[in-house]
Nanobody, 119 residues
Framework: QVQLVESGGGLVQPGGSLRLSCAAS????????MGWYRQAPGKQRELVAE???????NYAHAVKGRFTISRDNAKNTVYLQMNSLKPEDTAVYYC?????????????WGQGTQVTVSS
């Protein structure tokens, strides 16, 4: 079982920045993939940024060059630095992790944190 606790959401003006944090209850070395998804009202949940244990990092096209995912292994925490925020970035952001046990991939989700970009 993996518990994910997010923090850092809020209200920001267009062009501003926010940093989201996601603390895992287990060592992130034991996690196959970890990152962030978002869901805007009336839309499907979509990948924002995620890295895998193999060293691959994926970003959604809409956030490339503006968002950066990083991690602190000692704190079992993943961060999402969001710069140059746009109103269309408004969504609930969810931390996501995939842990493989006995050849079965299990998905875990945080509770979500609201990000609102508005003037």
């Amino acid at each position: 079982q993996v518990q994910l606790v997010e923090s850092g959401g809020g209200l920001v003006q267009p062009g501003g920045s926010l940093r989201l944090s996601c603390a895992a209850s287990v060592s992130i070395f034991s996690i196959y993939a970890m990152g962030w998804y978002r869901q805007a009202p009336g839309k499907q949940r979509e990948l924002v940024a995620e890295f895998t244990s193999g060293g691959i990092t994926n970003y959604a096209h809409a956030v490339k060059g503006r968002f950066t995912i990083s991690r602190d292994n000692a704190k079992n925490t993943v961060y999402l630095q969001m710069n140059s925020l746009k109103p269309e970035d408004t969504a609930v952001y969810y931390c996501h992790a995939v842990k493989i046990r006995l050849a079965v991939a299990n998905d875990y989700w945080g509770q979500g944190t609201q990000v609102t970009v508005s003037s």
